[in-house]
T-cell receptor, first 114, second 112 residues
Framework: AQSVTQPDIHITVSEGASLELRCNYS??????LFWYVQSPGQGLQLLLK??????LVQGIKGFEAEFKRSQSSFNLRKPSVHWSDAAEYFC????????????FGQGTTLQVKP | NAGVTQTPKFRILKIGQSMTLQCTQD?????MYWYRQDPGMGLKLIYY???????DKGEVPNGYNVSRSTTEDFPLRLELAAPSQTSVYFC???????????FGPGTRLLVL
């Protein structure tokens, strides 16, 4: 069965420090991969996505993610975190041609210390 | 473009009451989705639609119904509200082949 796992429920980093949020997926083929961010009381906003090609993808707000097929991972990174990055982050996987349906991970809450 | 809009933003229901959560998108997207979000559980797909007149169940459809009479609107109906339906509900839409879903701001529902 398809699934997405975000091993870290809650992460705290200091402002200016680097960040890596983990995402592992289970899927029979190469899926489409997404990272969304949700600020408190808001809907989800797309950070970046991977469909094919270069395995390192750049997104908005200085985020990037790397697709590693051998590890079934799609980890999100940012070299220097800002206080405004505090939010909940969701990894999601979709299948090409599958009516666009996505399976979401449980989410990782990021807290940023001043 | 307003994108995806949802109403109401917040609602309190009594057990057994019914209500409709409204969702409208102005991007001419064929695909639309309803999710519920519970703490620590991520988002779970309730129902989805690939076009007007076509709907299908997602992962957690029990207790809900949908209809899609137009491309723009995709209302979610709760017939007999139960405390287990206390959640935040998100509507989303996408265009075939683009796969990226655009989300509304959500509806927070409390069933007491």
């Amino acid at each position: 069965a398809q699934s997405v796992t975000q091993p870290d429920i809650h992460i705290t980093v200091s402002e200016g420090a680097s960040l890596e949020l983990r995402c592992n997926y289970s899927y029979g083929a190469t899926p489409y991969l997404f990272w969304y961010v949700q600020s408190p009381g808001q809907g989800l906003q797309l950070l970046l996505k991977y469909f094919s090609g270069d395995t390192l993808v750049q997104g908005i707000k200085g985020f990037e993610a790397e697709f590693k097929r051998s590890q079934s991972s799609f980890n999100l990174r940012k070299p220097s975190v800002h206080w405004s990055d505090a939010a909940e982050y969701f990894c999601a996987v979709g299948a090409p041609g599958n009516t666009g349906k996505l399976i979401f991970g449980q989410g990782t809450t990021l807290q940023v210390k001043p | 473009n307003a994108g995806v809009t949802q109403t109401p933003k917040f609602r309190i229901l009594k057990i057994g009451q019914s209500m409709t959560l409204q969702c409208t998108q102005d991007m001419n997207h064929n695909y639309m989705y309803w999710y519920r979000q519970d703490p620590g559980m991520g988002l779970k797909l309730i129902y989805y639609s690939v076009g007007a007149g076509i709907t299908d169940k997602g992962e957690v459809p029990n207790g809900y119904n949908v209809s899609r009479s137009t491309t723009e609107d995709f209302p979610l109906r709760l017939e007999l509200a139960a405390p287990s339906q206390t959640s935040v509900y998100f509507c989303a839409s996408s265009y075939p082949g683009q796969e990226t879903q655009y989300f509304g701001p959500g509806t927070r529902l409390l069933v007491l």
